[in-house]
Structures are given as structure tokens and as C-alpha cells.
């Protein structure tokens, strides 16, 4: 279509702005020369991005409201409508569902479907549209509790929310699901993400245990093969079961560029499983709480190019923080462990398992490592050490241990040359352990023994929401002596 620009002579309502993208417009001259066009080619050319906000109110909404007179005085009954264009997810219809820059709020109460779509790289939910750069899709609450259920009687289940293959900038944000409620698919999550800059945040996610085969995947969120993931201030609790380690509360497999931060996650199997052959990278891991997880608070297994795992509080799990490779190639590589505290995970703060001659080039460093039966657990392969050029332990803290680890720690100093900068058998005095408040008090020998002579530990300002809580800055304190990203 060709673009025709005429200064001054046209009387150019704001109504332009308010139609609907692809919906032809007329309008007259000064003199008398009717002109029409699209408004989709002229929101293009102008970068002006066109969004709305719709609303779903289970109570009071009629889905057979059309997008453009969709207000919150005359919202739709089911997210469906919102997402897929119709009430209908088989008859979906892109020109009448939330579209880049849309803001969905669905008002507080339970949504249930009785629709699915039986595959789990496509959740209920996917719009039927993509957001864009700056201009996600968000579905969102109206501050009170939403929940989301399914009752579905055929089909094998599938994810509830999320993003599929080929969908993209999309955010669920504030939703109530436990899997007890809905037609959950083993192999997946609750929750999703399968197509680029997705967003996952505020939600409530419970699990159950289940007797799922050990290499099935039962989690909350599972986020695969994607870009720009982002998973922030959610709740995620009792995904356990008969999987073993993937029973987790996060599964990430194969990504680039995710994050993962201000999440409390508790009382699954495995905190967080980061896993896959392929290169994930970076996948930055930070300001979560992860406990009473009766398996890994953090299990690093896949290839994991350039990640940070930094300033976590990880207390009461088996094992804190576990680095392991695998005979398909999976391995820890670039992951740099720092400004961490580990609490009182019972069996192993840090647990490295064959093959460990596959983790390389990563750092454990300024760690703060409390309690524990063994501190350092190296369970590797014969004669495969523990080098510093596979993990670099120096600077951490370590306090409140049975025993350091299965190599000794005169060897492991002197000869794999190991936590030489180390701080043992010091207590690093938090200002309240009864209380879960691990903050260091004023003049503890915690907070100037860091490779920066700064503090070790999570808490380097002293300030930080750790959990739950207002996203933080997304600037990495970077402890000088190391290099990120090495």
C-alpha cells in the first residue's frame, strides 16, 4: 500500500489512534477528497505501538463481547476469550484477542476450562497472538486472588500457562494454580515456556507428590529451548514424587539469556534444575530463597555458558548447591557460584558427582557455607579430582561443618590448591539464625573477608530483598579478583 502524507490539509481526529490495527479509515480533506487506508501500515511507518486494556471477570463478563468494546464495564467471562480470540480454542481468532501492548486483568474468583490441547509444548493459555519488544502481552489479576483449574476429560493434560512454540512477549503475572486442580501432563510444568521473552511472576504454584517414572520432568515451571525467560516473585512448593531429582520447582533446559530471580522456592525434590546437553547461556540465577527441598536447592547439570548463580539464600535442603556432568556431554561450564549463603543443608553444602571430568572453567567463590555434615563433597570419578581449573573454590567462609569434606582439607589446600583464601571454623554472626535473618551484624569477620575485602555472603549491602519481594537491580556486584564470564 502506498503512503501518502498531506501537510495541513487533513483533519486528523485522535479517533485515528483508538481504531482497531488493520481497520480502514476515512476521513476528508479541507478539500473534499476522500481518502482511505489502513491504520496498520501507518502504525508501522510511525512506531507507535496501539495497545488496550481488556478485562475477564468470571462473574459478570459475556465472552460474546467484541475486542473493540471490551472494557472493564463490559469484561469477557473466560481468559480464553482473551487469549484465543473466541471462548473456543479449536475456532481461535487473532483480529478479536489481546494483541502486543495489551494488558489483560482477570478479576479475583477460580477460572476453570474444560478445554485442552494435549501437548505439552502448548499450553492452555498461549495467545494466539505475540507481544513485541516493549510491547508484551500481560495477563495480570486485579490484586486479589485468581485461580486456575481444569477439568478436562480427555487429552493427556498440559501446562496451564506460558508461552508455545513460536510465541512470543508474553507475561502471566499473580496466578493461583495447584496441580491437584488442573489436568496436569507429566514431562512439563504447570507452567510452560516454550516461546521467547516469556515472563512467569507473582504466582502461587503447588504441586503434589506423584509416581511419575525417574526421568520424567514434574515441575512448576519448565522452560525450554528458548530466549529471554524470566522468572521472578513467584511461590513455588510441593512438586515431589517418584522422579527423583526432576521433581523440582524450576526445570530449565537448553536457554539463553534467562533469569531467574526473587523466587521462593521450598518443600519440593529439587529447588532448581538447571539441565541439557545443549548451551544454555548465561542463565543468572539470583536474590531466590530456596529451602526444605528434601533433594539439591540447586542442581547445575546442564551446559550453562556465563551464568551467575549469586546472593541466594539456600538453607535446609539436602544438599545446597550441586555441580554433576553426565555421559551425554551435559556439564557445568562458566558457572560462577558467588556471594552466596548456605544454611544447614544436611548432607552436602557443595556436591560434585561424576562425571566430573565434564565440569569445567566454573567458581565458588565468597560463598558463605554454614552447617552441614560435609562441606565439600566430592564424589568424582577415579583419579579425577576437584582442580581449580574445573571449580575454583577461594574466599568462602565456612563455619558449623561435621566434616569438611572426602578429601581432607590439608589436600584439598595444599595439593589441588583450593579455599587457600578461605575463612574456617569462624562464626560468621547473622544478626538473627532463629528467625531466618542472615544479614551479618556489625563487626562480624564475615563482612571484610571477600576477594574484594568486602562481605562474603548474600548480603553485601545488608539492604537486599532476598525471596519475594520488589524486583532489585539488575547490576551484578561483581567481586574483583575473578572475572565473570570467563
Not at 487429552?155 to 489436568?183: C, H, L, M, P
Not at 551446559?303 to 535442603?317: C, E, K, L, P
Not at 556439564?331 to 558467588?338: K, L, R, S
Not at 563433597?377 to 579430582?385: F, H, L, M, N, T
Request: hydrophobic share 30%; glycine share 10%; proline share 4%.
Amino acid at each position: 500500500m502506498p503512503y501518502l502524507i498531506i501537510k495541513n490539509n487533513i483533519y486528523l481526529s485522535a479517533i485515528l489512534f483508538k481504531k482497531r490495527l488493520g481497520q480502514p479509515i476515512q476521513f476528508l480533506s479541507k478539500f473534499g477528497i476522500i481518502f482511505c487506508f489502513s491504520i496498520l501500515p501507518f502504525a508501522f511507518l510511525s512506531g507507535v505501538a496501539v495497545s488496550k486494556n481488556l478485562y475477564v471477570d468470571g462473574s459478570t463478563g459475556n465472552d460474546s463481547v467484541s475486542y473493540e468494546s471490551n472494557s472493564q464495564n463490559t469484561p469477557w467471562r473466560t481468559i480464553g476469550r482473551a487469549a484465543w480470540g473466541n471462548a473456543s480454542r479449536s475456532s481461535s481468532n487473532a483480529s478479536q484477542a489481546a494483541v502486543a501492548g495489551d494488558t489483560v486483568t482477570v478479576a479475583t474468583g477460580t477460572y476453570n476450562t474444560t478445554q485442552y490441547t494435549d501437548d505439552r509444548t502448548d499450553p492452555l493459555y498461549s495467545p494466539v497472538n505475540s507481544g513485541s519488544s516493549g510491547n508484551y502481552i500481560t495477563f495480570t489479576t486485579d490484586g486479589g486472588v485468581v485461580t486456575l483449574t481444569s477439568t478436562a476429560s480427555e487429552g493427556g493434560g498440559e501446562a496451564i500457562i506460558g508461552s508455545a512454540i513460536g510465541t512470543s512477549y508474553v507475561k502471566w503475572d499473580g496466578f493461583t494454580i495447584r496441580q491437584a486442580d488442573i489436568n496436569y501432563r507429566r514431562g512439563g510444568g504447570v507452567a510452560n515456556i516454550w516461546g521467547n521473552y516469556t515472563t512467569i511472576s507473582n504466582c502461587v504454584l503447588i504441586g503434589e507428590y506423584t509416581t511419575y517414572p525417574s526421568d520424567d520432568n514434574h515441575t512448576a515451571i519448565f522452560s525450554q529451548s528458548n530466549t529471554g525467560t524470566i522468572i521472578e516473585n513467584n511461590d513455588i512448593s510441593g512438586f515431589t514424587g517418584a522422579s527423583g531429582r526432576n521433581d523440582t520447582g524450576i526445570t530449565v533446559y537448553v536457554l539463553t539469556q534467562a533469569t531467574i530471580r526473587h523466587n521462593e522456592i521450598h518443600d519440593n525434590h529439587t529447588g532448581m534444575y538447571i539441565k541439557g546437553s545443549g548451551a544454555n547461556g548465561p542463565v543468572d540465577i539470583y536474590l531466590n530463597e530456596i529451602y526444605d527441598n528434601s533433594g539439591d536447592g540447586i542442581a547445575l547439570h546442564g551446559a550453562s555458558s556465563n551464568g551467575d548463580v549469586y546472593q541466594n539464600i539456600v538453607r535446609d535442603n539436602t544438599n545446597g548447591i550441586n555441580f554433576f556432568g553426565d555421559a551425554d556431554s551435559s556439564t557445568p561450564y562458566q558457572m560462577e557460584v558467588y556471594n552466596n549463603t548456605f544454611i544447614n543443608n544436611s548432607a552436602r553444602t557443595v556436591y560434585y558427582k561424576p562425571l566430573c571430568a565434564s565440569i569445567t572453567s566454573s567458581t565458588f567463590i565468597d560463598n558463605i557455607v554454614y552447617g552441614s555434615s560435609l562441606a565439600q563433597a566430592q564424589e568424582c570419578e577415579s583419579g579425577v579430582p576437584i582442580t581449580t581449573s574445573r571449580v575454583d573454590n577461594d574466599y568462602n567462609f565456612y563455619y558449623g561443618y561435621s566434616s569438611f569434606g572426602y578429601v581432607a582439607l590439608g589436600t584439598w589446600q595444599s595439593t589441588y590448591s583450593q579455599d587457600v583464601n578461605s575463612t574456617f571454623g569462624t562464626d560468621p554472626d547473622f544478626t538473627d539464625e532463629s528467625s531466618d535473618d542472615y544479614t551479618l551484624r556489625p563487626g562480624s569477620p564475615a563482612l571484610t573477608a571477600s576477594s574484594t575485602f568486602g562481605p562474603v555472603g548474600a548480603y553485601i549491602t545488608g539492604n537486599e530483598q532476598i525471596g519475594r519481594g520488589p524486583s532489585q537491580s539488575s547490576t551484578i556486584p561483581t567481586p574483583s579478583g575473578f572475572s565473570r564470564d570467563q
